[in-house]
């Protein structure tokens, strides 16, 4: 098992009154599976995927991802593991606008302290296509090309875990349908683990197994 969420709560103040964004929900996820998370806007998608990815404490539950127990790990021990273990691709990219499509890539080799961060980041760019964009700032690449060089800097550590958020969210059907070609070829290769949330059927129909969430609760967990 790759990862598995025990019980997650997650609950947020509104004009005084407690909504629980994400309400008591457990789900586990073999290793190389692919699993799309499903729900309408305001469902809880995203703040699970935060809980999941350690982005966001959860009031109460528990994570754990390749055998690790992330819940409860100090600040400077969770980023590390992040940063190690964790691939995420935001539906706004969240590039880094004064470093190059290269150098963005290459920010979590070097925070790992990885070797040979160059020929890494330039193989994770040419996987996606961007081999020849490699000197660009993010303002010179398309939006189509910005979540390619996203998706470079997410996978290029090879992440036990890859969480993807709206991938094509920001994007016109023609564009995000050929990034998320593009991604899934990408994990379909080299067998990550993915969590994708999606409120596009078609792109969740790509998954292994569909998970619905309604107003936080997982509506067909296993
Ligand atoms: P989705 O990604 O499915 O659209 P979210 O996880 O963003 O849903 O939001 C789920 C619910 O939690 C919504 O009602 C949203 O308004 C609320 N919510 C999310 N983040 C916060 C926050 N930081 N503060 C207050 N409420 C929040
Ligand atoms: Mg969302």
Redesign the pocket.
């Known amino acids: 098992m790759m990862l598995q969420a025990e019980s997650l709560k ?1 609950g ?3 004009g005084g009154q407690e ?4 309400n008591d929900v457990s789900f586990s996820v073999n290793k190389g599976e692919t699993v799309a998370i499903v ?12 809980l999941l990815a350690g982005l966001e404490n959860s009031d109460s539950g528990q994570v754990t991802i390749d055998g690790k127990v992330i819940t409860g790990l100090g600040e400077a021990e969770l980023t590390r593991y992040r940063g190690e273990k964790i691939g995420i691709v935001f539906q706004q990219f969240h590039l880094m606008p004064h470093l190059t499509a290269l150098e963005n890539v290459s920010l979590p080799l070097d925070i790992a302290g990885e070797d040979q961060v160059r020929d890494k980041a330039l193989k994770a760019l040419k996987n996606v296509g961007l081999e020849n964009r490699a000197t660009h700032l993010p303002s010179q690449l398309s939006g189509g090309e910005c979540q390619r060089v996203a998706i470079a800097r997410a996978t290029v550590i090879q992440p036990a875990v890859l969480f993807a ?2 991938p094509s969210g920001n994007l016109d059907t023609e564009t995000g349908g050929r990034v998320t070609d593009i991604l899934f070829e990408l994990v379909k290769t080299t067998q990550m683990t993915m969590i994708l ?1 999606t ?1 596009d059927m078609e792109l969740a129909g790509k998954c292994d197994r569909i998970l619905s ?1 309604r107003g ?1 609760l997982l509506q067909n967990s296993n």
């Open positions: 997650k947020f103040q509104q909504i629980l964004a994400v729900g309408p806007s305001g469902s809880g998608k995203t703040t699970l995927l935060s958020d709206e949330v409120h969430i936080g």
